[in-house]
């Protein structure tokens, strides 16, 4: 069973920046693509970026040239980096893993407020 634990989140200003760190269990991690989603109250989960074990990042387009996707294979931790950020960046963001299986870590709050 693999387990994903995001951290990182909490309140910042506009224009502000955090690195949240996704952290899995287990010997998939390598060779399983890794995302990242948010989701803010009221509305749906929303795609943010995702990277696949040595290939290049993909972006939403709101996200595109402020946030950064990286990973590190050998310490089996993926990272979202944050930059500019706007209120309407607020959610909870999701890290999550998939291949032959899906996994979802259980989130972490990221408020951008002044």
């Known amino acids: 069973q693999v387990q994903l634990v995001e951290s990182g989140g909490g309140l910042v200003q506009p224009g502000g920046s955090l690195r949240l760190p996704c952290s899995a269990s287990?010997?998939?991690?390598?060779?399983?693509?890794m995302a990242w989603y948010r989701q803010a109250p009221g509305k749906q989960r929303e795609f943010v970026a995702t990277i696949r074990s040595g290939g290049s990042p993909v972006y939403a387009p709101s996200v595109k040239g402020r946030f950064a996707i990286s990973r590190d294979n050998a310490k089996n931790t993926g990272y979202l980096q944050m930059n500019s950020l706007k209120p309407e960046d607020s959610a909870v963001y999701y890290c999550r893993l998939t291949g032959a299986s899906d996994y979802w870590g259980q989130g972490t709050q990221v408020t951008v407020s002044s």
């Open positions: 287990g010997s998939i991690f390598s060779i399983y693509s």
